[in-house]
């Protein structure tokens, strides 16, 4: 098992393009969201008169060719690229979720999770609707198609639907001549809108719309619903309660030249650094990161206190989601393979190590024991989080608390345990500081509990 938060899921949906480039355009946006799922990525596109997608378990570049993104012809269309936290790894829970209905075909794209799909599915269902997958966001879209009968317009569908939903999610809804978007009325989860040229894009981070070339206009607002049309845009605006966006975005799970909600993912990070420092005033030989969302963290603390920054580590990028250690005598050489510490750098060195968090405190515990076999005479680890000590409900992929150490264990047993000389987290209050100028207030449930949207179990 990993000993990260495993990533949620990302989507990027473009209208009014060239039809023949489309696919191709999605598929670039997709691939610079690929850090936020690696399970499975999915494109469908609308020519006016019908959608038409493909989809399968895999990377990106693993799922589409160049035949595939020919066939996918349109002038609108939506991705995806998946992690599982509602439903198994499995095809039939790949997106775009695509249906038929009274009211066409319609596909749809989700980031996040709701807290009552099993409410939701077990209702559909009593009235007769069927499942062909494992996820709430086939729930989303049936729901959508239901309202839709009743309303006669997909915008008051989604409206009404956002009343019954409760969870975090951005999602775009494709139909053969619209585009949908819509955010939870918490803003839990990031969702941007762009232009290029005569099409608007939107997409989970500006990195994707940076990536084709496009003009971020904006963030769709918490409890927003956006139509796209022959007639341009249209926007309609829910009831928003107090705003909530996912602190982890902005210590991990971001790219760091995305800018979500107002707030640049890498000056966040540069920030938390220096807090960091703030909070600890430890001093070292050098700072290094455990790359890649680290980095910035670890500029951020040399800046601060003096200590210079070097590179610890070299990260194979070659490894792929496939690199699976079977056996668990191999685990630790997997760690080394993907990391391997620069002797030369931390030989006879005391170290300052920055990294995101610690989740279960296996795979840190193996890159304290590789920095110490390179020669390091001390390892601080300081970590740009609180401690982890709750599950999240809201699209990210989290272990229950029995199998978060935070949750078990005070910080210096924790510091014990993983072999450091010391451990420090960024506080709550140090991680609020850096993260003040999103526009949004910030969802921290997996470090204190106090979950925004109630959840029946808590952890």
């Keep these: 098992m990993r000993d ?10 473009i209208y009014n393009a060239t039809p023949e480039d489309t696919s191709k355009l999605v598929y670039y946006g997709l691939f610079a969201l690929q850090h936020r799922g690696q399970e499975s990525a999915g494109i469908a596109v609308g020519d006016g008169e019908q959608v038409n997608y493909y989809k399968d378990e895999g990377l990106v570049q693993e799922v589409f060719d160049p035949k595939l993104l020919n066939f996918l012809n349109g002038a609108h269309g939506i991705g995806h690229v998946r992690y599982s936290t509602t439903g198994g790894t499995t095809y039939e829970n790949a997106q775009p979720v695509v249906i038929v209905s009274s009211q066409g075909q319609m596909a749809l794209a989700h980031n996040g999770n709701l807290v009552n799909t099993k409410e939701l599915m077990s209702d559909l269902e009593a009235q007769g609707a069927t499942f062909q997958s494992s996820t709430d966001s086939e729930t989303i879209l049936k729901l ?8 006669g317009d997909i915008t008051e569908a989604i409206k009404k639907t956002m009343g019954m939903i409760r969870g975090g999610y951005s999602i775009l809804l494709l139909t053969p001549d619209k585009l949908y978007a819509f955010r939870d009325p918490m803003g839990l989860r990031p969702l941007i809108m762009g232009r290029m040229d005569d099409s608007f894009v939107f997409a989970s981070e500006s990195c994707a719309i940076d990536s084709v070339r496009g003009d971020i206009i904006r963030d769709v607002k918490p409890g927003e619903i956006i139509c796209v049309d022959e007639n341009g845009i249209h926007s309609e605006q829910t009831k928003v309660a107090s705003t909530h966006i996912c602190s982890f975005e902005y210590v991990y799970f971001a790219r760091t030249d995305s800018v979500i909600d ?20 430890r001093k070292a030989d050098i700072v290094i990161d455990i790359p890649d969302s680290g980095t910035s963290a670890a500029l951020g603390y040399s800046q601060a206190s003096g200590v210079p920054f070097d590179k610890g580590f070299y990260r194979n990028a070659y490894i792929g989601r496939t690199f699976i250690s079977p056996k668990q005598d191999m685990r630790e050489i997997g760690v080394n393979f993907k ?15 920055i990294d995101d968090s610690i989740v279960r405190g296996t795979t840190i515990t193996r890159i304290v024991k590789s ?3 390179a020669g390091a005479t001390e390892v601080h680890v300081m970590i740009t989080s609180p401690p982890v000590k709750y599950s999240c409900h809201y699209g990210i992929d989290t272990p229950d608390s029995s199998k978060l150490i935070a949750a078990k264990k005070p910080i210096e047993d924790i510091g014990i345990e993983i072999g450091a000389d010391s451990l420090s987290y960024l506080s709550h209050e140090g991680l609020a500081e850096c993260l003040k100028k999103s526009g949004l207030g910030t969802c921290m449930a997996c470090f204190d509990g106090k979950y925004p949207v109630p959840v029946e179990e808590t952890p």
């Design 371 to 373: 920095l110490r076999r």
């Design 4 to 13: 990260k938060l495993n990533e949620e899921c990302g989507v990027f949906g």
């Design 262 to 281: 107002g707030l640049n993912v890498y000056e966040a990070r540069i920030n938390m650094g220096k807090r960091l420092y703030k909070e600890t005033g």
């Design 339 to 353: 990391l391997s510490p620069i002797r030369r750098n931390v030989e006879g060195k005391s170290v300052i190590m």
């Design 144 to 151: 959508v198609a239901k309202n839709a009968i009743e309303t």
